[in-house]
């Protein structure tokens, strides 16, 4: 208590609910960790409302999408995750160990000497691939519990582990399979608001989301283990097919190679018009 400034001392005295109607933007409490903002009910509804609206127009604004996370994981949905992990002994030791995934812990040129097909090497390959890096998660701020804070840190960090066992791409309508998988197997509020990119899909994308990736999300994020208590520093050397059995995951058709053929057949329709037509004018 002697740390705290004077106008925040009989702050802390009040009751909890008195306390509440005190806090204020100009009456704020000092961050729980580094780096941390707290905000009023009010600026949390705001941030989640602007936050929303700019990932909306711009789904690449990962700083805006972390924004919406953290608004609207409270007051209840990052709490049932932790409780998740607390009721789980692999999630218990996350939370003791608090391992972070960063480049300094996961260096890409030792996990591409890894195995063939082993988890280590499908996550190089898949950040290789998409041409990102452990480092490009944004950390929390807008989480009051530390802890929850970690939580909602490492769901963040370990999402691309989910996009590389998938083997789903960061194009739109790959992020939105995972985000729905995600939503089923977490119930964070963001990954179900993430959706709204649907709108930015071509027809047969939308056709495509909803009768093949839409269903094998929530087929697999409700049957599936809670992806947030696989400890994946762990795992390195774990076959994915191993792993995928192991947290009941199906693999979902290759969205690539899907868009692959779907791009060869009109070149050839294409290049058959125009033969066509050159043959007529002949």
Known sequence: MSRL?????????????????????LNRPPP????????????????????????????YRH???ASLGEATAKPYFITRLHRAMLQDPTGRRILRDR?????????????????????????????????????????VRY???????????RYRETHDFTHAITGLPVIIEGELAVKAFEFANTLLPMTALSLVAYVRLKPVERERFWSVYFPWAVRNGLKAEEVVNVYWEEELETDVDVLRARL???????????????????????????????????
């Open 5 to 25: 400034t004077p106008s925040l001392r009989p702050l802390l005295l009040l009751p909890p609910p008195l306390r509440a109607r005190a806090f204020s933007v």
């Open 143 to 153: 989480i009051d519990d530390p802890e929850e804070a970690y939580v909602m840190q």
């Open 99 to 139: 391992p972070r995934i960063t480049s300094k812990n996961m260096r890409l040129e030792e996990l591409r000497e890894y195995p063939e097909n082993s988890v280590g090497r499908a996550y190089a390959a898949w950040l290789d691939r998409e041409g990102v890096t452990p480092d490009t998660r944004d950390p």
């Open 32 to 59: 729980s960790y580094p780096g941390h903002v707290p905000l009023t009910s009010i600026e949390r509804g705001a941030l989640a409302i602007g936050s929303a609206f700019g990932s909306l127009f711009n789904p």
């Open 63 to 65: 700083d805006l999408i």
């Open 248 to 282: 009941g995951i199906e693999v979902p058709p290759d969205l690539r190679d899907i868009r692959k053929k779907l791009r060869d057949e009109k070149r050839r329709e294409k290049e058959a018009r125009e033969k066509e037509q050159q043959g007529g004018s002949g």
